[in-house]
């Protein structure tokens, strides 16, 4: 090229989801060739749904209206916010100042960069957690801070280990993301959690961001905004993506201290001009949905879950039936792998990323490595509940197919590793 890459882009690599997108295409290609259906991609959490039909109607009613297709004002809608702040209220118990402590946004994965912006400078901190959410690693090497990451542990319930984090050196160390319900471990909410990382927040000087959009889809909501004093060093952000089957719309939400909000404004007028009208008025409408729509929501997540732990169970993996959200995350015994640890780390992957490879080409299936969450994720599976259940009864039959033909790749309890973690 004719000039050199920022050296921040030397940091991050295109997302993973992108480029495996290109090659599943590739696979297709190739498999149509052979009169083969396509890959039936459990991956990405992009929910197959349809919004409810007044929502539909907000925008189909919007977009016909004359003058309405113009710029939009930066903080959005007053009556978008105000929507905000109700459904805190009903759903969180959480009241929120309309016009000062809610911001929205083009989806809740913008809040991260631009809170990063807003806060960051070369060199500061940032607590991450592993496994988590990649978007949280790559906006903080971005704006050339210091990745610190804190495990969260299969054998914690996926929690932050308190006594560990209170014995790093926290020295420079400005925000600390936050996630739960948990995304990929499925880890509820808990009161007692948020409680301590509030405190822990308070004590060290460090801005609190829970990421919260996974509440409604098989938990109970919960907000960590909703504890005493939580408003002093926390921030939450929300979206409609999973909740509403609004993922494709972009419509997501920061909320907090007004101050805070003030600081990302500066950054966020700079680099958009406002969503649309009638995406608005359409996301004010989907807010005022009562509990019929998450029931009907989550009753039809819970016939998904039941299949794609069945593809678990045909793997051999284990999971907590206790998680909730939108996947089922699980463990690969390493008996079940097609290489052993070492020889993954030879080729450079990781056992769980070779199975799923083999998945992908033998089966036709896609399975999410989990490794792409971090180094706490390596030796997991990841299965998004975004597929109809038809979908899933055929991913199974095809997942048990491959187990069931398998002449080596996966290796058995005699050849494989004793150590089952």
């Given amino acids: 090229?004719?000039?050199?890459?920022?050296?921040?882009?030397?940091?991050?690599?295109?997302?993973?989801?992108?480029?495996?997108?290109?090659?599943?295409?590739?696979?297709?290609?190739?498999?149509a060739s052979r009169g083969l259906d396509p890959v039936i991609n459990l991956g990405v959490g992009s929910p197959d749904g349809a919004p409810s039909p007044a929502v539909v109607g907000a925008l189909c009613d919007c977009a016909r209206r004359s003058g309405t297709h113009?710029?939009?004002?930066?903080?959005?809608?007053?009556?978008?916010?105000?929507?905000?702040?109700?459904?805190?209220?009903?759903?969180?118990?959480?009241?929120l100042?309309?016009?000062?402590?809610?911001?929205?946004?083009?989806?809740?994965?913008?809040?991260?960069?631009?809170?990063?912006?807003?806060?960051?400078?070369?060199?500061?901190?940032?607590?991450?957690?592993?496994?988590?959410?990649?978007?949280?690693?790559?906006?903080?090497?971005?704006?050339?801070?210091?990745?610190?990451?804190?495990?969260?542990?299969?054998?914690?319930?996926?929690?932050?280990?308190?006594?560990?984090?209170?014995?790093?050196?926290?020295?420079?160390?400005?925000?600390?993301?936050?996630?739960?319900?948990?995304?990929p471990t499925g880890a509820p909410a808990r009161r007692d959690v948020f409680e301590k990382l509030v405190d822990f927040?308070?004590?060290?000087?460090?801005?609190?961001?829970?990421?919260?959009?996974?509440?409604?889809?098989?938990?109970?909501?919960?907000?960590?905004?909703s504890v005493p004093g939580a408003r002093e060093v926390c921030l939450e952000m929300n979206s409609l993506s999973k909740s509403h089957n609004m993922a494709g719309w972009r419509v997501g939400m920061i909320v907090g201290a007004a101050d805070v909000l003030k600081e990302l404004l500066k950054v966020k007028t700079q680099m958009d001009s406002g969503m649309f009208r009638g995406i608005q008025e359409a996301a004010v409408e989907a807010?005022?949905?009562?509990?019929?729509?998450?029931?009907?929501?989550?009753?039809?997540?819970?016939?998904?879950?039941?299949?794609?732990?069945?593809?678990?169970?045909?793997?051999?993996?284990?999971?907590?039936?206790s998680a909730g959200g939108l996947y089922v995350w699980a463990r690969v015994p390493c008996s079940k792998t097609p290489l052993s640890?070492?020889?993954?780390?030879?080729?450079?992957?990781?056992?769980?990323?070779?199975?799923?490879?083999?998945?992908?080409?033998?089966?036709?299936?896609?399975?999410?490595?989990?490794?792409?969450?971090?180094?706490?994720?390596?030796?997991?599976?990841r299965i998004s509940l975004c597929a109809d259940v038809p979908t899933l009864e055929r991913a199974y039959g095809k997942i048990l197919h491959f187990v069931q033909n398998d002449k080596g790749g996966m290796q058995n309890d005699k050849g494989g590793m004793q150590n089952d973690r």
């Fill in 287 to 321: 807010l005022k949905a009562d509990a019929a729509w998450y029931e009907g929501l989550n009753a039809e997540y819970r016939r998904r879950q039941v299949l794609a732990r069945r593809i678990m169970d045909a793997l051999g993996c284990v999971y907590d039936p």
């Fill in 201 to 225: 927040a308070r004590r060290h000087g460090i801005l609190l961001v829970n990421d919260n959009p996974y509440s409604f889809i098989l938990n109970e909501p919960q907000s960590i905004l």
């Fill in 97 to 183: 100042d309309p016009a000062t402590e809610i911001q929205p946004l083009m989806g809740s994965k913008e809040g991260i960069l631009l809170l990063s912006l807003a806060f960051l400078n070369p060199g500061d901190k940032v607590l991450v957690p592993n496994p988590g959410y990649p978007t949280y690693t790559s906006a903080t090497r971005m704006c050339e801070a210091e990745l610190l990451t804190y495990d969260l542990v299969e054998a914690d319930g996926w929690y932050p280990d308190f006594e560990s984090l209170e014995k790093t050196d926290l020295t420079g160390v400005k925000i600390m993301w936050v996630n739960y319900p948990n995304m």
């Fill in 1 to 31: 090229m004719i000039i050199e890459p920022a050296r921040r882009t030397l940091s991050v690599k295109e997302y993973y989801f992108s480029l495996k997108n290109k090659e599943i295409a590739g696979i297709n290609a190739d498999r």
């Fill in 70 to 95: 113009g710029y939009q004002g930066y903080t959005g809608l007053p009556e978008l916010r105000e929507a905000i702040a109700d459904w805190y209220a009903r759903w969180y118990g959480v009241p």
């Fill in 341 to 381: 640890v070492r020889e993954a780390a030879e080729k450079g992957t990781s056992p769980a990323a070779e199975l799923s490879d083999r998945i992908l080409y033998e089966a036709g299936v896609f399975l999410t490595p989990g490794f792409i969450f971090g180094s706490g994720g390596e030796n997991h599976l």
